[in-house]
């Protein structure tokens, strides 16, 4: 088995009816119930919104990333599968697509210390 990163981008519905939103909340809280009785699921948080950006060999920092974005990481797991395929194959259950929202698929490097 290897260990997964699921990067959550987009699939927010700000304007959404606190009944929706609930809705929605209790379709992620099953497929993590599912990802946990298979036990692949390992971790995962959502990400708040703002922060700050550093970059460049000058290391400017600069606020962001904007919610507002399409591409902006919302949240992450970390998950165990045999492979890549089956990485994306547990990730097609994931409720951002009913949203819009994409699920970046990255297999996690293991470096020995």
Known sequence: ?????????GGENPSASPDKMQAQMKKWMDWIQRLKEQEKYISGEPLQPGGKVVS????IITDGPFAEGKEV????????????????????DCPIFESGGSVEVRPVQIINH
Do not use: C, T
């Open 1 to 9: 088995m290897s260990n997964f990163m699921y990067l959550f981008r």
């Open 56 to 59: 460049g060999a000058k290391k």
């Open 73 to 92: 990481v919302g949240g992450f797991f970390l998950i165990r599968a045999a492979s890549l395929d089956e990485a994306v194959a547990l990730s097609k």
